[in-house]
């Protein structure tokens, strides 16, 4: 305890949220059972809380700061704490190194999302991809890491299309709102065969047609005030994901969420929704580029 009364030093102000918790409950006598019948959170919660297994969410660190019986201010300074952590982006990689692994996890948060909010400035949106597109995203990411450990490149780049592929499951889900937005780029970069993109561009007209789905093409010659350095998902306000080359990056923080919703409602207001004639002038391009040569 420092001079002034306070449980809390300025070495927990260098130490982990949950490490701290961890410190008080200990010191106040109770076991993460009994923590966790006082506030209704499983002692398991409590646990991957306390080692940081999972990052210590504002609202319970306040829940638990009250159990123990902090003073108001206290338990304010552990709130910053968890939220100075929460507006940080975070390495998010599953278990496994692997793109598969990835779609997964992906699915699972998206299955709790009531409203997504995607941005694509290179490539469709995974959500919008038809097998043989996402076949050629991914493929890059898995051919050499997986050919030097297990020699079944393919297999495992097949397994990734599928799981990505089964996420399209949740467009059906009518409770559930989509607004995508993506630059006309998506449909100039060549990263499939043209009879692929043939099949892509119909999947596209025939995603924005749903009542659940707003799909919005920025047009190439519209002018930005913001660069569209990247892509990312906003899921209900509460999660925004980037994806890398090797791993996705998270961030829960207020101040993430928020700065990525700004961005992507200045995005979605040069978004053209009426998107036929776009689809259509590309649809041409593609059809021209898959005749024989002979013919054209």
Known sequence: MTDDGSPLSDQDDETPVGVTLARLRRAAGFTGQELGALTGMSQPKI?????????????DVRTLGRALDLDPADVQRLVDRAERAHNRMTDWRPGEPGVAD???????????????????PAVIVGLLQTSEYARAILTPFQL????????????????????????HEVLADQR????????????????????????????????????????GIIPEQARLSIPPYHGF??????????????TTLMSRGRVDTSLYRQVFDNLQERAETEIDEILDRHLEIYLDLSRPKSRR
């Not at 646990?47 to 609202?59: H, M, N, Y």
């Not at 989509?178 to 065969?193: A, D, G, K, Q």
């Not at 906003?234 to 890398?244: A, T």
């Open 47 to 59: 646990s991957r809380i306390e080692t940081g297994t999972a990052l210590a969410d504002p609202k």
């Open 233 to 246: 998902e906003l899921l209900d306000d509460r999660y925004v994901m980037v994806d890398l080359f090797n």
């Open 144 to 167: 050499d890491l997986v050919a030097s450990r297990t020699g079944d490149a393919p297999g495992v780049v097949s397994e990734a299309v599928s799981a990505r592929v089964r996420r």
């Open 102 to 120: 990835r779609q997964r996890e992906v699915a699972q948060v998206e299955q709790t999302t009531r409203e997504f909010r995607v941005f694509q």
């Open 176 to 215: 559930k709102k989509f607004h995508f937005v993506m630059t006309e780029s998506v449909l100039t970069n060549r990263v499939c065969r043209p009879t692929d993109m043939l099949a892509q561009i119909e999947r596209l007209r025939e995603v924005s047609r749903q009542e659940n789905v707003t799909l």
